[in-house]
Each structure stands twice: as C-alpha cells, then as structure tokens.
C-alpha cells in the first residue's frame, strides 16, 4: 500500500474551513484514498473515501488532485468537536489493512 | 446505528497473566480486526479475521493470539502479557465488498500492564 505524508499538526479558526493536506505520490491505479478522524479517548471514525473524483458527503468534502498524488479533505464549517487526528489512508480495493500513519491534529481554536 | 463494543474501556494486568480482550460487533459483518495503538506509532494491526474460525497475521502479531467463534465476536488474547504491551487496543469491523469499503471501531481498551 502507498505511504502517506501528512502535517503534524494544524489550526483552524471556529466556523472556518479546516483544509488538510495529504500526499500520497506512490499511489497506484486501484488504491482508494481514506479519511478518518480520532477523537481523545474514541476509536477512529470514518470520514469519507475516493478514487478519481472528488466526493462530498454530511460530513466533509474529498478534492483529489487529477495526478492522484495529492489530496485534500475539507471540512467547510469547522466547530470544537472537529478537534482530533486527521488520518489519510490509501489503500487497495477490498485491502483488509488499512496503515494508519501518525495523521495531522487539527486544533479548532474558538 | 452500527456498533462495536469492547468488554472494558480500561484494564489493569500484572506481567505473565493470561489476558483475554473481547469485542463484539452487530453489524453482521465479515471482517474483524484488533489493532493496538502507542504514541508516536500509530495504529497497528496485530490480526484480521475475515470469517469464522479464520485469522489472519497482522503486522505485530507477536505475542498475541486471538480466537473467532462466533461471526459477531473476536476476541484477542494475551498469553503471558508483558509490560511493553501496556497499550490502547483498538477492535474494527467491516464488510468485505467489491471496492472501497469502511472500518467500524470500538472505542478502545488501554490495557496497563504492570
């Protein structure tokens, strides 16, 4: 599975975007892109997936780059309960393990 | 609403205990998976199993064995624990599909081994 590189750490002002980053240059052809958040003292949690196009769910939005390389998920109104760790995942089709890297805090500051 | 459940949120062993961890899913779904997880590493996966009475090796299964009986239930067991297992165990499900497919997870066990 590709590696991941991801900032440690990120602030984000209440109510702004919260945009972070990932790269993921060694993507291959049928390797999905993943997001999940950890909140203090929970188990991870799904946020959202893609493989070309750009996905959009309740939660936040996925912009891959037209290489594959890079991607970027967007949370468009961030609150204080977005605070956690930010893990980005590439992964193939039906990969039962799923590498999770140290991921990118993202601090929401009132 | 789906759920993962773990029997403990915290557990206190002493080294050379046997240690039994419990997770139990209602999603019906194939796949389970016990990580661990410590600063600065990230998560691990220890095993996987993607049917009853199956496993699968993970990444760090040493020292770790773990048993699926029922599809629902995957326990992880710690035969004699030692104090560098002193970490955040993480129990996942999932189902198996054609393409793209999420991880559910427990909300953790931190298992203090002294």
């Known amino acids: 599975d590709a590696k991941t590189t991801q900032p440690t750490s990120m602030d984000c002002a209440e109510g702004r975007a919260a945009n972070l980053p990932c790269n993921h240059s060694t993507i291959s052809g049928n390797e999905y892109v993943y997001w999940y958040r950890q909140i203090h003292s929970q188990g991870p949690q799904y946020i959202i997936h893609g493989l070309k196009n750009n996905e959009t769910n309740e939660m936040a939005s996925l912009i891959i780059t037209e290489d594959r390389k890079s991607s970027t998920l967007i949370l468009p109104h961030a609150t204080l309960r977005d605070t956690a760790v930010y893990y980005c995942i590439v992964s193939g089709s039906g990969a039962n393990n799923l590498f999770f890297g140290t991921g990118t805090r993202l601090t929401v500051i009132p | 609403d789906v759920k993962v459940t773990q029997s403990s949120r915290y557990l206190v062993k002493r080294t050379g205990e046997k240690v039994f961890l419990e997770c139990v899913q209602d999603m019906d779904h194939e796949n389970m998976f016990w990580y661990r997880q410590d600063p600065g590493l990230g998560l691990r996966l220890i095993y996987f199993s993607y049917d009853v009475k199956m496993k699968e090796k993970g990444d760090i299964p040493e020292g770790y064995s773990v048993s699926r009986e029922k599809k629902e239930r995957f326990s992880l067991i710690l035969e004699s624990a030692s104090t560098n297992q002193t970490s955040m165990y993480l129990c996942?499900?999932?189902?198996?599909?054609?393409?793209?497919?999420?991880?559910?997870f427990g909300p953790g066990t931190r298992l203090t081994v002294t």
């Open positions: 996942a499900s999932s189902s198996p599909g054609t393409g793209a497919y999420e991880q559910y």
